[in-house]
């Protein structure tokens, strides 16, 4: 049976076939506070040996117990797959993969630095509405819906600020 405890901040796993020395969760090592799904793909990676474990150890006429491993089996590779996407997506791009023009760059520089719509438009010399055109344009192509979404995205991804 599959047993997890904590013990000094590790997990902890006895294995299946009895033993009682415990191998780590984590390889031996917690996850960097850096890797936020890191201890989840360790966990589900995890979760889907020991279901093909329990697929090996269960008897062939136990179709019941067969069938809820083999979903829990699935959902967990399913919910690895995903973990692994929303990790991608969370990793900086490159600073050359900036996706603004010359002028919605501008915009995101001057908003960064906290200034209004108006403010940026007197700086540019440009109107309030052609303003507020680049930032749209902006959240269309980063994804945000606000304009410090924007600004974070940004600075992550090294595509304004003092790299740039």
Not at 63 to 84: D, F, G, I, K
């Amino acid at each position: 049976m599959l047993h997890v405890r904590a013990m000094h901040s590790r997990a902890y796993l006895c294995k299946l076939t009895g033993d009682s020395s415990p191998c780590p969760l984590y390889n031996g090592a917690m996850p960097d506070s850096n890797e936020p799904l890191a201890s989840l793909q360790n966990a589900l990676s995890l979760l889907i040996e020991q279901a093909q474990a329990y697929e090996l150890a269960l008897p062939a006429n136990n179709y019941a117990a067969r069938a809820a491993v083999s979903a829990l089996t699935r959902l967990a590779r399913q919910a690895q797959s995903e973990a692994l996407s929303a990790a991608e997506s969370l990793q900086p791009r490159e600073s050359s993969e900036d996706p603004f023009s010359p002028r919605e760059h501008e915009v995101l520089t001057l908003a960064a630095e906290g200034l209004t719509n108006k403010e940026i438009a007197y700086r540019l010399g440009i109107s309030e509405r052609t303003v507020q055109f680049h930032i749209n344009s902006i959240f269309h192509k980063t994804s945000t819906n606000s304009r410090t979404e924007a600004v974070v995205l940004a600075l992550r991804n090294k595509w304004i600020g003092k790299n740039k």
